[in-house]
């Protein structure tokens, strides 16, 4: 349990090793390199953005390119494969991969344009599709649709709007001129919305033709550059018959592109590796951007963990041309925090930090954060099944996917030790799947209802016969979680070497809250109310009261002694002392921990009586299936709904409770300069 | 029959009713707020899902209070046979929980919908957006507590 001291570091190198020099630092991952130092005159950051620029544009393109493979030649990839974790490659073998490099990039351009093409055909397939249909009403008349008729006579072919016939036509024509008997008029086709016409007259008629036509709202067919061939226009049968062929040979290209984007599929992993490599490369001249260099010698600043800096330094000499040093940081320096602490206490360290890491004079409460986590997610899942699921699943999968992500990792280990904690819980209070084995016995067995709820008894007692038992050790458990804050920060203070203020602050709460419970619990209603059987003698309520009277007079006394007014100092005090309510709100949250648990089990008992109820009421195997069918669905409900709440409400009453007595937090995250990247990782053993 | 079991389910059937009438009023609100969330970022769909999910427990709650009320009063079994004082203890065992769930859950939902506002803009501050909703749920919790002691201490009477 401890924040990681760590040591400021200063290299001084030379400019050409700079590149080495960072991808070295990159590897290890293990300092922080400070990015804001200031110019001076010899020193100056260097502008890298345009190389920054490619990097960002090759990354793009490669991530372009694998999201086509995906899309035509998708992998197969299993439900968990998100816990894989990224694979490790020594410096050699990623050396070696480097060297694809260009070919790689090659590659990717070649897809990326396969795609292109591909898009575009795709793109014009609706087109054709418009301009056959638009031929269709035509495709049994047998000229070029920009026939405009032979030396004598002359023709317009279009479309007259809604269904007609040759008789309306004509009747039309007859109407609004008088050489109607000198015009030919030829039906191709009749749809509901038009009707599709050739007129054929005189060449002497062109004109006037022409303008009675337009009065009757003809339109000129389409002339279509898809039916025209060298230059010689299409009947409208063949030019259909042409757009068909042009779309089946686009087809078949699409089909070629696409056999041919799925020939790169194996190519897939070397891509990503160097979208990798040049993720790498944008994160180092970001860096390299923001460091101080002369015309030879480039100076890095930051911060180290103790226990990696004399390996480092070591590593640094001799490999490079530098001078490296590493120096206690000035006791107001803003050192970045990161927690180290064992198996057991390491998995919360994500609950402390999502509240804020310690800041300065703090201690990592991580061990007692994780003590009182699992046992509180415990008691409120409250149930021996309930736990054992989540212990194995978690269990498993870490065994399965050793190569996790840390951030994962802890997560399933945090929820692994809760599982513990619950099956633990759930025997001590007799709840497995609820009451599920003397519902079983009753529904299949006909046990009588006693002598079934003795088949699996508590360990200690059932909280649903005597709730106020547990009541009372829920509020016993929260004094202990929140009298080991106040401990915690009276070690702060003798630790920052503050011993009075321990006294203040820690001790005489001690007295007074501790003395205030034992004087409480020496009240026969009080116990009478919780339950308890013991009474206390009279000399122990004469010493919690004199205890508590001791604590109460040194908070008043001392809870204000910023102030240097006697009489302001007082009030101060008095309501320092007032802060005893808190402690009773606080005590009184923990009984969340009863409702908590309750809720599971009495749930998880309504679904078994339901199951009972049908499964009882059926004949055997049919009552079975029933049976466990309502089970399984109630108790899935069941699990998640509840492991929700007691995720929440653990959370809660560290942070709220717990955290209130000593912890502030403030302290800034140590963030290595280290390889962020998405598919493979680097190491190299120094 | 008497009006003791009539006034005790009606109890019940308040604390199921109104409670997970809450619930759904503010699971619904908070869901609303979720989908718009992921329309921007679907990788936030677990984080907001917690969210949401957080007024639905006064539901739960309330389905908790109205179960061991029918177990206690025979509905589901045996004699539902008692005094209508004995019945009327137990409608007022239920009202907390009822009352309680029902606005409880509406004014998680509004801190709930905020959360997850607060997530869609920094998801990595998931713990403390968390935090504020479950403020809310102690008092349903102070709540669920009074009726279940309540209940039980009425079945114990004679």
Request: glycine share 8%.
């Amino acid at each position: 349990m401890a924040v990681m001291p760590m040591k400021r570091m200063t290299i001084i190198a030379m400019r050409r090793d700079r590149k080495q020099l960072l991808e070295f630092l990159q590897r290890q991952g293990t300092a922080e390199i400070d990015t804001d130092t200031e110019e001076d005159g010899r020193y100056k950051k260097i502008d890298v953005s345009a190389q920054k620029q490619i990097f960002e544009k090759n990354i793009h393109s490669m991530e372009d390119a694998l999201e086509v493979l995906e899309r035509f030649d998708p992998q197969k990839k299993g439900l968990l494969s998100s816990l894989e974790g990224r694979k490790t490659l020594t410096v050699e073998e990623f050396g070696r991969a480097l060297t694809k490099r260009d070919e790689v990039l090659e590659t990717v351009s070649c897809i990326n344009s396969l795609y292109r093409e591909y898009a575009q055909s795709l793109a014009a397939v609706p087109k054709a599709q418009m301009d056959k249909e638009a031929l269709y009403p035509w495709k049994d008349f047998d000229l070029p649709l920009d026939f405009t008729g032979t030396r004598l006579t002359t023709s317009f072919i279009g479309t007259l709007t809604g269904r007609t016939n040759l008789e309306e036509i004509y009747v039309c024509l007859g109407e609004l001129c008088d050489f109607s008997d000198q015009v030919d008029v030829r039906i191709i086709s009749a749809d509901d919305t038009s009707t599709a016409v050739m007129f054929t007259t005189l060449r002497t008629h062109e004109r006037e033709l022409s303008e009675v036509l337009h009065r009757m709202n003809f339109t000129k067919a389409p002339s279509q550059s898809r039916a025209v061939e060298d230059g010689v226009s299409l009947a409208p049968a063949k030019a259909i018959e042409r757009i068909d062929a042009q779309m089946q040979r686009a087809s078949a290209r699409r089909q070629q592109l696409v056999s041919e984007i799925k020939g790169y599929g194996d190519r897939r992993d070397d891509i990503r590796l160097i979208i990798d490599y040049f993720r790498m490369r944008s994160d180092k001249y970001d860096v390299i951007g923001k460091l101080n260099q002369s015309d030879h010698v480039v100076i890095i600043h930051g911060y180290v963990p103790e226990a990696d800096y004399s390996k480092l330094s070591r590593a640094l000499e001799a490999r490079f041309d530098l001078a490296c040093e590493f120096a206690d940081p000035a006791p107001d320096e803003d050192v970045p925090v990161k927690l180290r602490n064992n198996a057991f206490a390491s998995p919360v360290e994500g609950v402390v930090k999502s509240y804020s890491l310690p800041g300065k004079g703090e201690i990592d409460p991580s061990m007692p954060v994780s003590l009182f986590y699992y046992i509180f997610f415990g008691l409120m899942l409250s149930d021996a099944a309930y736990g054992i699921i989540i212990a194995t699943v978690c269990g498993v999968l870490l065994k399965k996917f050793k190569n996790m992500e840390e951030g994962m990792k802890r997560t399933f280990q945090m929820f692994f030790y809760c599982g513990i904690a619950t099956t633990v819980v759930g025997f001590i209070f007799g709840s497995f799947f609820g009451d599920v084995v003397s519902s079983v016995a009753q529904t299949f067995f006909n046990v009588p209802k006693d002598a079934a709820a003795r088949l699996l008894p508590p360990i200690w007692f059932n909280p649903l016969d005597d709730p106020i038992k547990m009541l009372t050790f829920c509020f016993a458990v929260g004094l202990i979680h929140l009298f080991t804050g106040l401990g915690i920060l009276m070690y702060q203070d003798i630790k920052n070497g503050k011993p009075r203020d321990a006294v203040y602050d820690g001790l005489f709460w001690y007295m007074f809250v501790g003395g205030c419970v034992v004087l409480l619990l020496c009240l026969p209603m009080i116990t009478g109310m919780l339950g308890l059987t013991f009474t206390l003698g009279a000399g122990v309520k004469k010493i919690s009261s004199i205890v508590a009277i001791i604590g109460f007079t040194g908070i008043v006394l001392f809870a204000g002694r910023d102030s240097k007014n006697w009489g302001k100092r007082l009030a101060k005090g008095l309501y320092g002392a007032y802060g005893i309510t808190s402690y009773l709100s606080d005590v009184l949250s923990y009984s969340r921990l009863l409702a908590l648990g309750l809720a599971t089990s009495v749930i998880s008992s309504v679904f078994n009586t339901m199951a009972g109820m049908v499964g009882g009421a059926m004949p055997l195997v049919a009552g079975v299936i029933m049976y466990a069918l309502i089970f399984v669905i109630g108790h899935i409900l069941n699990l998640a709904i509840n492991a929700l709440g007691a995720y929440v409400h653990t959370n809660r009453l560290q942070y709220v409770e717990f955290f209130g007595k000593f912890y502030n937090g403030g302290g800034r995250e140590f963030t290595p300069f280290e390889e962020k990247t998405k598919y493979y990782k680097v190491k190299e053993e120094i | 029959m008497s009006m003791g079991t009539v006034w005790a389910l009606l109890g019940a059937a308040l604390s199921a009713l109104l409670a997970g009438a809450g619930s759904a009023i503010g699971v619904g609100k908070a869901g609303q707020a979720a989908a718009g969330v992921i329309t921007e970022d679907p990788s936030l769909f677990s984080k907001v899902l917690i969210l949401q999910l957080l007024p639905g427990t006064q539901g739960i709650y309330g389905l908790l209070i109205a179960f061991i009320t029918l177990t206690n009063i025979g509905i589901m079994g045996g004699s539902a046979d008692m005094s209508v004082q004995k019945g009327m203890l137990y409608f007022a065992a239920c009202l907390p929980m009822a009352v309680v769930g029902l606005i409880s859950a509406i004014c998680q939902a509004k801190a709930a919908v905020a959360s997850i506002g607060l997530v869609a803009k920094k998801p990595d501050q998931f713990g403390k957006a968390m935090i504020l909703p479950a403020m809310v749920e102690t008092y349903a919790i102070l709540a669920l507590l009074v009726s279940i002691l309540s209940i039980f201490g009425v079945s114990a009477l004679a």
